[in-house]
């Protein structure tokens, strides 16, 4: 049984940092693209930032970029998400998901395995 289970989330003040973390179960972590999505109250859930297979390319959206960076360890079955200079806009729930597609995609519905989410609140 696949399992993918985020961590990190938390309340915190605009402008600080944090790193989210997802480790996976039951699937071969390495064989898998990875990427995080975000979903506010109301909204659509949207693609935040993916990793290929081995870690080589990345793809964030624009909203993030130069401030999220995802990361992975494959020795560890973990994919990170490394948030700074966080703005009220990125509250959302923090999702990580895994495709078996050899691309990165930014549309959900290329993702095959999903965590239950991480809440991420930014106060200002």
């Known amino acids: 049984q696949v399992q993918l289970v985020e961590s990190g989330g938390d309340l915190v003040q605009v402008g600080d940092s944090l790193r989210l973390s997802c480790a996976g179960s039951?699937?071969?972590?390495?064989?898998?693209?990875m990427g995080w999505f975000r979903q506010a109250p109301g909204k659509e859930r949207e693609f935040v930032a993916a990793?290929?297979?081995?870690?080589?390319?990345?793809r964030s959206a624009d909203s993030v970029k130069g401030r999220f960076t995802i990361f992975r360890d494959n020795a560890k079955n973990t994919v990170y998400l490394q948030m700074n200079n966080l703005k009220p806009e990125d509250t959302a729930t923090y999702y990580c998901?895994?495709?078996?597609?050899?691309?990165?995609?930014?549309?959900?519905?290329?993702?095959?395995?999903w965590g239950q989410g991480t809440q991420v609140t930014v106060s200002s």
């Open positions: 990793i290929m297979l081995y870690g080589g390319r990345t």
């Open positions: 998901a895994a495709s078996r597609g050899p691309a990165i995609l930014t549309s959900y519905v290329n993702y095959d395995y």
């Open positions: 039951g699937l071969t972590f390495s064989g898998y693209t």
